[in-house]
């Protein structure tokens, strides 16, 4: 295998499930519990985990909490040693994984770049010709010499990132590190990462960001429980995944639903002559509402990508008579592409008075084409459908 | 692509992961690391000595007191032959390499525990660890010696010409201290109460090696089996002999003294390698 591959074949990892205290009077208990039951007393963090990766490769894994994202990623780095199996790495690795961890409070900045950059195996020499580039990519210049334990949390993890984004690595792992940065310095380390794939080191992205690592990698891994339950190209993996969670939100939406003086009827979304709904044309949403009074107020209505990414919002000032109001919403050429979408629905008074609380009330599936494709790394992008008219010849 | 049903409970016997510990492998990965051992060694300098007020001065105060201490009670309850040599001297040749002994073992029992963060980030061979905490403490006792030479001032007394034998006794004390200090790192990760019963070990070693006495104390037919226990005996006393008393080692005791002291860093390190496997997955 050619430096930057992969292989992960067959992989087992266990922990323990008890306490995890160590003192010695519980290992004399888990001894005693061993001679008994070998596989007592264990989880399986993984369990038969097998893929391959060639060098330019990029991977997105996805996967509830505990799923075992981690723990192959620190497999992957050889900090660990699977139970069973085999997990081989060819070529210089770097990982962005728990970045400001290592970093010593008592230490200056400086210190700990120097510190941070032996440890992912870079010379002395080589750390002071890029020392100028590290301080200034971290935006650090006026901390260098400061103790660590006066730094913020950003600035700590900007320092973290930036030693460790300043080497060439074959294979790169990047664990979710990123969320604690602000939303500039999140865009410039994506940034640098794409760099990176596109000058041809492998990357393992974790994430639950689904849309960064749909944008940033072609491949994608979907763990749950430790097993691998779906793996191909990110759309496919990540598709399958979003899937399985909104059928899981399901639950969750029910108990977002809350009580306010008014309530809804009826909620009813159609496409074109009562069809379904299709990207680019009319869509229809009609909401009636139920008031034991009669108020002015302002109707919101707002769809959302799953119940947690919301798109768009819609506002307009109505009233409520006593009794059933409708509201007819028509939005010419509907801006969404496939996919399942929720509708939710608010209605306040004028000084803010919950009436109706803002919670999801239907769901809604749209069909017609994919987003277009976008080139790789282009990450933050938001599931709207433009209609364009392309023209293209000579100016 | 599903596979999930498809899952035994447990993975065949032949996927059973082994890992393979050469020691040429392993002593060509440290020496890859060298420039992290060299890292680590600075920062633990630097963090020591950072926030101090008296800066390095902590290094030779420690034996320092103890040698007063020691003076000012022991010696005049229990009267100690010292073969003419004044207390101080006496003792504090013995106390700078048991300071050095005492405070490596205590420092590098804990340096696996307190490096886990590090050691989930990147792959380094794990013996950096205690290797570069036994190194910074070198450190302090080559400061302390500069108490010493003090004391070599006020008494105005020189080394004897037998100190070229130094060097070998403190190759044997370093075999033997890293030896305990890979045990102990390792086995701390897994047995985290070893740390109180270790102070406590070091405690009593303290009386149970020639640091306030000479070996002359101990009745010579079980001066033997002694340093066999205590293999760090024979060295402390070997100090004592070649620098200030002008006598060869007593090679009787010291060569059995370095043949355990060897057997324990081979064990040791083994045990180290061996336990090491597991050090992420406890953290």
Redesign the interface.
């Known amino acids: 295998m050619r430096r930057g591959g992969i292989v992960v074949d067959r992989v087992w990892k266990r922990f323990r499930a008890d306490r995890r205290r160590t003192l010695l009077r519980d290992e004399l208990e888990r001894l005693m519990a061993r001679l008994h039951d070998e596989q007592r007393g264990w989880t399986w963090a993984l369990r038969d985990v097998s893929f391959t990766a060639e060098p330019g490769d990029s991977i997105g894994i996805v996967g509830r909490n505990g799923s075992g994202k981690t723990t192959l990623l620190r497999l992957l780095a050889g900090v660990m040693y699977p139970y069973a199996g085999r997990v081989e790495l060819y070529g210089k690795l770097g990982t962005l994984i728990n970045m400001s961890a290592g970093l010593h409070p008592d230490l200056t900045g400086q210190e700990n770049i120097y510190i941070q950059g032996s440890l992912i195996g870079l010379k002395r020499k080589e750390i002071a010709r890029r020392f100028d580039e590290i301080v200034a990519f971290a935006e650090l210049e006026n901390a260098i010499r400061r103790q660590v334990k006066f730094y913020s949390s950003g600035m700590m993890l900007r320092l973290g990132f930036s030693t460790a984004a300043f080497l060439d690595p074959d294979v790169l792992l990047v664990d979710e590190v990123l969320a604690a940065g602000d939303a500039a310095f999140q865009q410039k380390c994506l940034d640098r990462t794409r760099d990176k794939i596109l000058s041809g080191t492998t990357l393992v992205f974790v994430s639950h960001d689904l849309q960064s690592v749909e944008g940033m990698c072609r491949k994608g891994i979907w763990l749950r429980d430790g097993v691998i339950e779906a793996a191909g190209s990110v759309r496919e993996a990540v598709g399958e995944y979003r899937d399985w969670v909104e059928k899981l939100e399901i639950g969750y939406r029910e108990r977002l639903r809350r009580d306010g003086t008014a309530r809804i009827v009826k909620m009813q979304v159609t496409g074109p002559e009562g069809n379904g709904s299709r990207s680019g044309e009319l869509l229809e949403i009609r909401a009636v509402v139920e008031s034991p009074e009669s108020t002015e107020g302002a109707l919101y209505m707002g769809v959302s990508e799953g119940p947690s990414r919301p798109i768009f919002v819609l506002q307009h000032d109505i009233s409520l008579r006593h009794g059933e109001t409708e509201a007819r919403c028509v939005i010419p050429h509907l801006p969404l592409p496939r996919g399942r979408f929720y509708v939710w629905v608010g209605f306040f008074g004028k000084s803010g008075q919950e009436y109706l609380p803002w919670q999801p009330a239907t769901e809604f599936d749209v069909s017609g084409p994919d987003l277009h494709p976008t080139p790789q790394g282009i990450v933050r992008l938001a599931p709207v459908q433009v209609p364009t008219a392309w023209e293209v010849g000579p100016p | 692509?599903?596979?999930?049903s498809s899952?035994?409970d447990?993975?065949?016997a032949e996927?059973?992961?082994r890992?393979r510990i050469s020691v040429v492998e392993s002593a060509r990965e440290l020496w890859?690391a060298r420039?992290?051992v060299?890292?680590?060694f600075?920062?633990q300098l630097?963090?020591r000595y950072?926030?101090a007020f008296l800066g390095f001065a902590w290094a030779i105060i420690p034996p320092l007191i103890f040698m007063v201490v020691l003076t000012t009670f022991v010696q005049h309850a229990v009267n100690i032959p010292t073969g003419g040599i004044p207390y101080p001297l006496f003792s504090y040749v013995a106390l700078v390499p048991w300071t050095f002994f005492s405070s490596a073992v205590s420092g590098g029992a804990n340096s696996i525990v307190t490096?886990l963060?590090?050691?989930?980030?990147?792959?380094?061979p794990r013996e950096v660890f205690p290797i570069s905490t036994v190194l910074s403490t070198g450190v302090d006792a080559l400061i302390s010696l500069l108490g010493l030479g003090i004391l070599f001032g006020v008494y105005s007394f020189a080394p004897k010409p037998t100190s070229v034998w130094v060097p070998l006794l403190f190759l044997i004390q370093l075999a033997l201290t890293l030896g305990i200090v890979f045990i102990m790192s390792s086995l701390v990760?897994?047995?985290?109460?070893?740390r109180y019963a270790m102070s406590v070990i070091l405690q009593l070693g303290l009386f149970a090696t020639p640091i306030l006495y000479g070996i002359d104390r101990v009745p010579q037919s079980l001066r033997l089996v002694y340093s066999l226990i205590n293999p760090l005996a024979p060295v402390i006393d070997g100090y004592r002999r070649v620098v200030i008393l002008g006598q060869d080692p007593a090679w009787g005791l010291l060569l059995p003294s370095a043949v355990v002291s060897f057997a324990v860093l081979v064990l040791g390190f083994r045990l180290f390698k061996r336990l090491e496997?597991?050090f992420?997955?406890?953290a």
């Open positions: 692509m599903r596979v999930s899952i035994p447990a993975p065949p996927l059973r992961f890992r890859r420039e992290f060299r890292a680590l600075e920062r630097r963090a950072k926030q490096s963060d590090v050691m989930n980030k990147m792959y380094v990760v897994y047995f985290r109460d070893l496997t597991g992420s997955d406890i």
